[in-house]
Structures are given as structure tokens and as C-alpha cells.
């Protein structure tokens, strides 16, 4: 049973990597009630998180590490150029995002996990910043809740819509295994 | 004058109305009704919405959107407008001159331009359920004496948590099926 977890996990955080975003999926299904998998973390086994990080370890996948810094470096400066908006930017009632929360979400690009794919950043009018995720396996996205805190959610494009919600992840150390976890359970 | 139209006008200046909506009770129940004088009917399963995307920042550099692009839905509702009531090209032209106006107002914001359109199916937008059972989003008619083909979007679950993530991936999914960029 472990040994087909580890291989969905791995072909997730592995198929992160190698498929470009897409812009359009098939097969969803709208009528259908998600299916609430977890509402915390699931505990991995450390043979898992090993052998995910086996399955991740390719060369392809260093090659593809050396390219992701002129991505962040974009990522970064989009980031800061959030911190230019005013209240009203998306229309009258919009508001501007907190400073405090745009700089713990460029903290988080340096706690993102090895072969979770690059993520494009958000703002909501309402303020809300974030990062979101697609691929052909799911949609994800992750949310700053306070200046030390985020979330994060994963809904699956398989049948029955699995979904993952962690509602508060401290930004430290510990937040990449999370992360990972997060992404091998869905 | 009918009570979802008496409360729309009540709430006309209101930046919560998809809260007050929610707290009504009546989100659902007033999707057969007129919520604006102006209206040509309530909204109906099988027609087809437009959403004018003028903004730069919802758009991602590989002309996906964000899921950020309907965030107006917890709030004063998502403008849209019903595609039996006014062509695409229209609601282009008037994106345009909605963004025109708005980069003169506000010249220090990232400029605006009709960037494309999403064509969302009513009743896939309405059928958009959350973990727990709830339907997530009304659309109504709140037609304008300027517009007669508008509508809103409206969110009908809490504004925060599980459900209202889920909700919003949905609605994207569905919003970047509809997808036309120019």
C-alpha cells in the first residue's frame, strides 16, 4: 500500500516539475462534492519523504533548479511591484495588500520544497496575497494569513476532487516538510 | 416590488453585499427573481455570462488566470453581463472605454486594457458545490439603466476557509474553459 502512495506522490511532486502549466483541463467535474480528505497534515513516513526525494534527485531536475533563479528573480520583482498599489487599484473598493504581507510571502520562496513547481503569484482586490499552482493533477493555492502565517489548500482534478486544507502553516524551518506533505497526500 | 429587488436597492452602495446575501438566507431562493427594476428577467440556467478581463495582474505570464480574477464575488459581486442581452463585441468595446477611463483617473495603477473575455455557463457557475453539499455561488440579475445585460456573481458561503477555496478553484477552472484572450 506505502508503495503506491510513494509512487502517486512522487509522479505529483515529479510531474510538477516536468509539465509546463496548462492553461485549460479536461475531465473536471463540476456537479460533483469534493471529498474532504484531511484537514491537517498527514504524517509521512520517513520512508516516503525518501524515497520522494530519490524519485526528485535527477539531474534533469538540478538542470531545471539552476533555470528556477531568473523565475524567482521575476517572482520576486512582481512582488515588490504589488507593494506599489493603492486602495482602488482593482476598482473603487479594492484595497492595497499589507507590506508586511507581501515580504512574508517572498519568505516563502525560500522555504518552498525541491520539485514543487514555481508558483505565480496573486492579489485580490480585497488584499489577499498568495501563490497558486496548476497542473494537470491539480490546482493549489497558498495564502498569507498574517505576517507569520500562510495557508494552503490542493484540490485534485481526479475523480472525487480530493481536497487538502492546512489552515495555518507557520512561516520557519519546518514549513517546506509541510509543504511536501501537503502536496504527496493529495 | 419584490423582496430581492427591495433588497438590492437597499444595499445598492453596500462593498459586503455578497455577505449580506449569504446572511439573508434568501441567496438561492432569489435567483428566480428580479433583483433590479431594470431587468429583463431573472437569469436562467441556460444562458451565458461574460466577464471583460481589463486587469494585467490577473492574467499570469503564460495567459493563464489568476485565481484572484473573482475575487469581487465575496464582496459587491462580480460584475458579468448576460450574453443574451448584449453581444461580445460590445462588452469589449464598452471594457475599453471603462479602461480608458480608468487609467485617466488613476494613471499610477497598472494600466488597463481588455485583455479578453471568460464565458462562463450559468449553470455550471451554479452548480458549483463545496465539501459541504452547499451550492458556492448565485448569479443574479441586477440588470443597470445603463446596462441592461448585467448581473452579478455572488458567493453564498462563508468568505474564508475550505469551502470558499475550493469554491474559488472551481469558478477558475470553469472561467479559463470560457477563456478568449484577444
Known sequence: MLGVITTVGAIVIGSAVMRPIPSKQDGWKLSEVPTLVSSSTKVMTEELISSVSVATATSAEFAFAADMQPKFEALRSTLHRYKSLTDGWDGDDSVAAKPEHIDALERILDLLPAGVQTPNPMIASDGEVGFYWKSPEFVADLVIENATEFSLFIRSRNAGHNEIYIPTIAINSKAPAEISNAFLSI | ??????????????????????????????????????????????????????????????????????????????????????????????????????????????????????????DKVRKVLVATAQRAFGVHDTAKATDQSHADIFQLIPEKGQEARSARLQLLEIAESGYEPL
Do not use: Y
Not at chain 2, 35 to 56: C, K
Not at chain 2, 98 to 122: C, I
Open chain 2, 1 to 122: 416590488m419584490n423582496p430581492c429587488t427591495g433588497f438590492f436597492e437597499q444595499h445598492a452602495g453596500a462593498t459586503n453585499k455578497a455577505e449580506l446575501l449569504q446572511k439573508s438566507g434568501n441567496g438561492i431562493e432569489w435567483e428566480s427573481l428580479s433583483a433590479s427594476i431594470h431587468s429583463p428577467g431573472p437569469v436562467q440556467d441556460a444562458e451565458e455570462v461574460l466577464r471583460v478581463v481589463i486587469n494585467p495582474i490577473h492574467v499570469d505570464n503564460v495567459g493563464g488566470l489568476s485565481p484572484a480574477l473573482f475575487s469581487d464575488v465575496k464582496g459587491q459581486g462580480g460584475s458579468v453581463q448576460r450574453l443574451n442581452f448584449i453581444e461580445r463585441e460590445v462588452a469589449i468595446d464598452m471594457g475599453k472605454a471603462h479602461a480608458l477611463k480608468k487609467n485617466s483617473e488613476r494613471p499610477e495603477a497598472p494600466a488597463r486594457r481588455v485583455l479578453g473575455t471568460v464565458r462562463l455557463p450559468v
